[in-house]
Structures are given as C-alpha cells and as structure tokens.
C-alpha cells in the first residue's frame, strides 16, 4: 500500500515538472499532473528504457522526458482541437 502511495507522490512530481518545463502545466490540477507522471513515465521507459536514478519503481530521467513528450503532445491536440471549436 505505501509503495503506491509514493507512486502516486513522485507521478505528481514528475508530471508537475513536465508542465513547469513545457509552461503548458499552469491548468493542470494534481489528477492531471499524476496521470501525465504515470503515463510519462510508462512513454520515456519504453523509449529509453530505465536507466539512471529511480525513485518508486520509476526511473527518474526517462520519466521526465516521457512526460514531457506527453504533456507537449496533449497540449498541441488541445491546441488544434480548441483553433477549430
């Protein structure tokens, strides 16, 4: 149980950090920023496997560079889908 408890915790942190680095991340609430984290982290693991530090089971470096991927590909459809509303 406490392990996902952390899992949850570090996804907010990374997704968190992703919208910060992108500056797509200011209407994000936490749900959004632990979905982008877990998701992000699940996309930059696949692509460039789990190398570096991890912290709950995620590797951070890939984590973030996943979510980052996630949150600008997120934000662009957005984007579009909003220009033709």
Known sequence: MLHWIWV???GAIIGAIAGALTKNGGSMGWISNILAG???SSIGE??????????????IIPSLIGAVILV???SFI???VHAHS
């Open 78 to 80: 957005l984007n579009r």
């Open 72 to 74: 600008l590909l997120v």
């Open 46 to 59: 696949a692509l460039l496997g789990a190398w570096g530090p991890q912290l709950a089971g995620m590797a």
């Open 38 to 40: 877990l998701i992000g």
């Open 8 to 10: 949850l915790i570090v």
